[in-house]
């Protein structure tokens, strides 16, 4: 490719998003990314970015998201890759500071609001950049899933699910999109250094070293390195669910 590959990244401003970032455009890649409440994080990323640009981004409006992906692909010529990296971890009853974190504690504006951020915004993103790929030549995608997903192992069930579906859409969107030169791909993180992980009780965290092959939590910047590669040279693989997580 004689050109900076182009990127949209969706979640920049997250712990693992502003890694992705920083290692694509580390690689020689033009980046743009979305944030939805890290406005100061967001700015002071795209500012250390060449040529990046951070996009305020409500994931509950397709009709937004839509609107982005047009205005970047409009402002390149184009979107070569795109990379998910947006999602909720959690999430609390809006009357206490108390986790979702059995099926009794559920509620049903906790359900949608998982599957709003994680599946919904998701489809229709992937959905809208397809569509542009389809005219410039194909791409890749990436979605970053969770083990959650993938094993059984302690997790919300509402998280677990919104992860699943993400794995599922992964393999039927592959299917769909390889006429067309679009490669789907997922990868999935065990418990890593910081994000989401941070929310897990230590006893939890200790349980999992305890177990995995590798007696210790993943780098944010080795999952990054797996992303930027399926997003910048691969040419075969789709429709795989990458699990990262150190050989639970």
Not at 107 to 127: G, I, L, P, Q, Y
Not at 137 to 148: P, Q
Not at 161 to 175: D, E, N, P, V
Request: charged fraction near 20%; proline fraction near 3%; glycine fraction near 12%.
């Amino acid at each position: 490719m004689s050109h900076a590959l182009r990127c949209l990244v969706f979640g920049g401003s997250g712990a693992l998003g502003r890694v992705v970032c920083q290692m694509l455009a580390q690689q020689g890649a033009r980046v743009a990314f979305t944030y939805h409440t890290r406005e100061t994080a967001a700015r002071d990323l795209a500012s250390n970015l060449p040529g990046g640009r951070a996009w305020p981004l409500d994931f509950d409006s397709v009709k937004d998201i839509e609107r982005i992906v047009g205005e970047v692909a409009a402002a390149w010529g184009g979107i070569e890759a795109f990379v998910q990296c947006a999602g909720v971890g959690v999430t609390t009853k809006s009357t206490e500071p108390k986790f979702h974190t059995r099926m009794g504690d559920v509620d049903e504006d906790a359900w949608d609001r998982m599957m709003n951020v994680n599946v919904k915004s998701t489809f229709f993103a992937v959905r809208r950049i397809a569509y542009l790929m389809q005219r410039n030549g194909g791409g890749n995608i990436v979605l970053i899933g969770s083990i959650d997903g993938v094993k059984p192992v302690p997790a919300p069930v509402h998280y677990a699910a919104s992860k699943g579906a993400l794995g599922a859409m992964t393999r039927a969107m592959a299917k769909e999109l390889g006429e067309h030169k679009i490669r789907v791909n997922m990868v999935a993180p065990g418990i890593m250094e910081d994000g989401i992980s941070k929310t897990l009780v230590d006893s939890l965290m200790q349980e999992y070293v305890k177990h995995c092959g590798l007696k210790r939590v993943g780098k944010l910047s080795e999952i990054a390195s797996i992303v930027a590669w399926f997003a910048q040279h691969n040419t075969y693989v789709t429709g795989q669910i990458i699990l990262a997580d150190g050989g639970l």
